[in-house]
């Protein structure tokens, strides 16, 4: 998207208000009323703001629909987190209750 817009601002003959033909060519040919003309009556320079338009609307839905994957993404690594948490609650609770039978077994039987 950024390609494509630097393209048509940038690196476009279709924005210089004279493209380079009339500066490399030697004689004046009288085609600069020419190009004003087809430029006014293809209207070149409202074509280009409608696209640049059409571009930030495109921009915009891209960045929110990065902003959901990124909440998604972000919701994914909170539940493994939890169950991480999980685990090591199970262990250390499965840990706990081993060392308690082995302290009620060292009472009974001394």
């Known amino acids: 998207l950024l390609s494509l817009r630097a393209q048509l601002n940038l690196y476009s003959?279709?924005?210089?208000?004279?493209?380079?033909?009339?500066?490399?060519s030697k004689h004046e040919l009288g085609l600069e009323g020419y190009y004003?003309?087809?430029?006014?009556?293809?209207?070149?320079?409202?074509?280009?703001?409608?696209?640049?338009?059409?571009m930030d609307y495109a921009q915009e839905i891209a960045s929110v629909l990065r902003e959901?994957?990124?909440?998604?993404?972000?919701?994914?690594?909170?539940?493994?987190?939890?169950?991480?948490?999980?685990?090591?609650?199970?262990?250390?609770?499965r840990q706990e209750v081993k060392e308690w039978r082995g302290r009620r077994g060292e009472v009974v039987s001394g």
């Open 13 to 24: 003959e279709l924005t210089d208000s004279l493209p380079d033909l009339f500066w490399d």
């Open 68 to 93: 959901q994957l990124s909440e998604r993404h972000g919701g994914r690594l909170e539940w493994i987190i939890i169950a991480l948490i999980a685990v090591e609650v199970g262990f250390a609770v």
């Open 36 to 54: 004003d003309m087809v430029g006014r009556a293809l209207d070149t320079n409202v074509r280009i703001k409608v696209l640049n338009e059409k």
